[in-house]
């Protein structure tokens, strides 16, 4: 009968010890075949080859590994720079584009780590730029810093000629350009297109979606090296729709960035311009939400900010 009970507790104990050894040996191969996966990333990244493995990464996680994402420009295939852009209807970002946008090869990706350790564009110096502009339908040489000490300027970024929701944003500013001019501000816009594609689309009527005359400069990009040094230039090598306020100063005060599908307001740039201005000349005073020219100003300390709070909140 001991034998017998010693036998049992023999094999029992055999069968836990190979059941620790089946778990170590999962184990095992999960750690291999893991670390298979992140040599082959490394690999694969080394000779330009991410898109695979971000692909099937994609598809494991659960995610189509090209998932329908709108790029907000859609071009018409009617005028004469549509040929000459990578951006379509429906384009679509997928496993590349995500990956790119992590290993930061492209200038998104750059600017997305830089802004990370680099000083805001607000509150320092504008970049600097030279550059040529189409005005009164001619080419014009355009050089940011030389309104220092003259005037404002309202400087803007749109994606391309040619697109939907673009001319409605340039006409928009060019109709109200004398109240822009009234405060001693210049209205530029830019895009990556060249000189010629800006000028064809100023010849065309806008009820055809042009733009007919404009009553400011429009600077060709054609480098992108003005639109990647504000920091707007996306990864299909177009220009988010910035905004940036540069004072007389030549110092960046405002800006404003939207995505590429939807337009800005006008009245807000102007009302934004008329606050800089106002704090500017009267530097003990600030101007609170919403501020319109002749609404109650603050004072910036405990003291004289209750002033205007015992005024609006009476």
């Known amino acids: 009968a001991g034998s017998i009970k010693e036998m049992q507790l023999f094999h029992s104990h055999n069968e836990q010890q190979a059941l620790k050894y089946a778990s170590l040996k999962r184990w095992f191969g999960f750690s291999v075949?893991?670390?298979?996966?992140?040599?082959?990333?490394?690999?694969?990244?080394?000779?330009?080859?991410?898109?695979?493995?971000?692909?099937?990464?994609?598809?494991?996680?659960?995610?189509s590994s090209r998932a329908r994402m709108p790029m907000g420009v859609v071009m018409n295939p009617m005028t004469p720079s549509f040929m000459g852009h990578a951006a379509t209807a429906g384009e679509s970002v997928g496993a590349k584009s995500a990956m790119q946008a992590i290993r930061a090869p492209s200038s998104a990706g750059r600017n997305l780590a830089a802004n990370a350790a680099s000083v805001p564009l607000v509150g320092?110096?504008?970049?600097?730029?030279?550059?040529?502009?189409?005005?009164?339908?001619?080419?014009?040489?355009?050089?940011?810093?030389?309104?220092?000490?003259?005037?404002?300027?309202?400087?803007?970024?749109?994606?391309?000629?040619?697109?939907?929701?673009?001319?409605?944003?340039?006409?928009?500013?060019?109709?109200?350009?004398?109240?822009?001019k009234e405060l001693d501000c210049e209205v530029l816009g830019v895009s990556v297109?060249?000189?010629?594609?800006?000028?064809?689309?100023?010849?065309?009527?806008?009820?055809?979606?042009g733009l007919g005359d404009l009553e400011y400069p429009l600077v060709s990009d054609l480098k992108?090296?003005?639109?990647?040094?504000?920091?707007?230039?996306?990864d299909e090598g177009?220009?988010?729709?910035?905004?940036?306020?540069?004072?007389?100063?030549?110092?960046?005060?405002?800006?404003?960035?939207?995505n590429l599908a939807f337009g800005r307001n006008v009245?807000?740039?102007?009302?934004?311009?008329?606050?800089?201005?106002?704090?500017?000349?009267?530097?003990?005073?600030?101007?609170?939400a919403g501020w319109q020219p002749g609404?109650?100003?603050?004072?910036?300390?405990?003291?004289?900010?209750?002033e205007y709070f015992s005024k609006v909140f009476e």
């Open 193 to 209: 297109d060249s000189q010629f594609s800006h000028l064809a689309w100023l010849q065309t009527p806008r009820a055809e979606g």
């Open 295 to 306: 609404d109650n100003t603050m004072k910036p300390d405990p003291k004289g900010s209750k």
């Open 267 to 288: 009245d807000e740039a102007l009302r934004v311009l008329q606050a800089t201005r106002y704090v500017q000349q009267n530097p003990d005073e600030v101007c609170p």
């Open 124 to 180: 320092s110096q504008a970049p600097d730029f030279k550059a040529t502009a189409v005005y009164d339908q001619e080419f014009v040489d355009v050089q940011l810093s030389s309104y220092i000490g003259k005037k404002y300027v309202l400087l803007f970024f749109y994606p391309l000629d040619f697109t939907f929701v673009c001319p409605t944003e340039i006409t928009a500013f060019s109709d109200r350009y004398n109240e822009f």
């Open 33 to 63: 075949a893991l670390n298979m996966i992140v040599a082959g990333y490394i690999a694969f990244g080394a000779f330009g080859m991410n898109d695979t493995l971000g692909s099937v990464l994609t598809r494991v996680s659960g995610v």
């Open 224 to 234: 992108k090296e003005i639109s990647e040094a504000f920091n707007v230039l996306t």
């Open 238 to 258: 177009v220009a988010l729709r910035g905004l940036f306020l540069i004072d007389k100063e030549g110092v960046i005060q405002h800006s404003t960035i939207n």
